[in-house]
């Protein structure tokens, strides 16, 4: 076919954020220090490349700590994990490293302080992935003055039920959508007038600058292609946003499944990357574009971001 000229524009931020690039960063620093293999606790990041190439490098990737061998090495996920996990790694006499990231360390200091002033707690966020496990986690299932709710959606609102309206708070998981978040905030505002929130919202900076960056391309493009794994919730609202505005918005995070028919009528294209997808794998999609179009690339300027997060001890 032709080689038409395809117009391809770069969202800035884009990619890594500092609480990847410590997790992973973690991983390779213990495997240095200690040596193959390490064990981690669940994918320390949702990306199937970085997992592969951490996998080769000598990283166990497990679901459950039973299948990790007595006084191994450990590392917790960037997502968190719950008290719960923490002490099952003690009484299998594992040595523990957090690459927790610090925003999400900084929600469950959230949930413990108000635990501990006996409020009940809603947790905005979505159901199975593990950052909400790991900060639900933080209260004990059996408590009963320390309950913690679970909400999806304003029809979870609408059904929530708690003991005590007068002693509320709220915290949220932190790669949310930030429009779709401030509307259950909202309703949980309206249902519950004296309900708390954390001083600063609770989804990271990364996560809201990826966010405005895709807005800003919206009305410029015709089609936006969203690195990142099907797993990664912060890579899923990217292409929601698109989706929103009846936008074509594509999630790729293995360049083998790319198909040309994506770019039939296609003049300019927009990419952008999850927070824990690597750029090389943005360049690998640019050239895919190039066997087919001729291209020109330019970047849209963005925030600077150039927050770095201090390594645990290992």
Same mark, same amino acid.
Request: proline share 3%.
């Given at each position: 076919?032709?080689?038409?000229?395809?117009?391809?524009?770069?969202? *800035?931020?884009?990619?890594?954020?500092?609480?990847?690039?410590?997790?992973?960063?973690?991983?390779?620093?213990?495997?240095?220090?200690?040596?193959? +293999?390490?064990?981690? @606790?669940?994918?320390?990041?949702?990306?199937?490349?970085?997992?592969?190439?951490?996998?080769?490098?000598?990283?166990?990737?497990?679901?459950?700590?039973?299948?990790? +061998?007595?006084?191994?090495?450990?590392?917790?996920?960037?997502?968190?994990?719950?008290?719960?996990?923490? %002490?099952?790694?003690?009484?299998?006499?594992?040595?523990?490293?957090?690459?927790?990231? +610090?925003?999400?360390?900084?929600?469950?200091?959230?949930?413990?302080?108000?635990?501990?002033?006996?409020?009940?707690?809603?947790?905005?966020?979505?159901?199975? @992935? +593990?950052?909400?496990?790991?900060? !639900?986690?933080?209260?004990?299932? *059996?408590?009963?003055?320390?309950?913690?709710?679970?909400?999806?959606?304003?029809?979870?609102?609408?059904?929530?039920?708690?003991?005590?309206? *007068?002693?509320?708070?709220?915290?949220?998981?932190?790669?949310?959508?930030?429009?779709?978040?401030?509307?259950?905030?909202?309703?949980?505002?309206? &249902?519950?007038?004296?309900?708390?929130?954390? &001083?600063?919202?609770?989804?990271?900076?990364?996560?809201?600058?990826?966010?405005?960056?895709?807005?800003?391309?919206?009305?410029?493009?015709?089609?936006?292609?969203?690195?990142?794994? #099907?797993?990664?919730?912060?890579?899923?609202?990217? !292409?929601?946003?698109? *989706?929103?505005?009846?936008?074509?918005?594509?999630?790729?995070?293995?360049?083998?499944?790319?198909?040309?028919?994506?770019?039939?009528? #296609? #003049?300019?294209?927009?990419?952008?990357?999850?927070?824990?997808?690597?750029?090389?794998?943005?360049?690998?999609?640019?050239?895919?574009? %190039?066997?087919? %179009?001729?291209?020109?690339?330019?970047?849209?300027?963005?925030?600077?971001?150039?927050?770095?997060?201090?390594?645990?001890?290992?």
């Amino acid at each position: 076919m032709s080689k038409e000229i395809i117009n391809i524009s770069l969202a *800035n931020p884009r990619g890594f954020c500092a609480g990847v690039d410590r997790a992973i960063l973690i991983v390779e620093k213990t495997l240095e220090k200690y040596g193959a +293999p390490v064990y981690v @606790h669940h994918e320390v990041v949702h990306n199937k490349f970085v997992i592969k190439d951490l996998n080769k490098k000598g990283a166990i990737f497990v679901n459950s700590l039973k299948e990790i +061998p007595k006084s191994s090495h450990v590392i917790f996920s960037a997502h968190g994990v719950s008290k719960a996990i923490k %002490k099952e790694a003690q009484d299998f006499n594992l040595i523990s490293i957090d690459a927790t990231c +610090p925003l999400v360390t900084k929600v469950h200091n959230e949930v413990n302080k108000l635990s501990k002033n006996e409020y009940t707690i809603i947790m905005i966020g979505h159901k199975g @992935h +593990p950052e909400v496990d790991g900060t !639900m986690g933080q209260i004990e299932k *059996n408590s009963l003055n320390n309950q913690i709710h679970l909400v999806e959606n304003i029809e979870d609102v609408k059904k929530l039920k708690v003991l005590n309206s *007068n002693k509320l708070s709220y915290v949220s998981q932190t790669t949310l959508s930030i429009d779709d978040t401030k509307k259950i905030i909202d309703a949980l505002k309206e &249902k519950y007038p004296l309900i708390l929130g954390p &001083k600063k919202d609770d989804i990271c900076y990364a996560t809201q600058n990826r966010q405005e960056a895709v807005k800003k391309m919206l009305s410029q493009h015709d089609l936006i292609f969203v690195v990142g794994s #099907k797993n990664s919730s912060n890579s899923n609202r990217l !292409m929601e946003i698109a *989706n929103d505005k009846n936008l074509d918005a594509i999630l790729l995070d293995d360049m083998a499944d790319f198909q040309e028919k994506w770019l039939k009528d #296609k #003049k300019n294209i927009g990419i952008t990357a999850g927070a824990s997808a690597p750029e090389i794998l943005v360049q690998r999609l640019v050239k895919e574009i %190039k066997k087919i %179009k001729q291209i020109s690339v330019s970047e849209i300027k963005g925030i600077e971001e150039n927050i770095i997060f201090k390594l645990p001890k290992i």
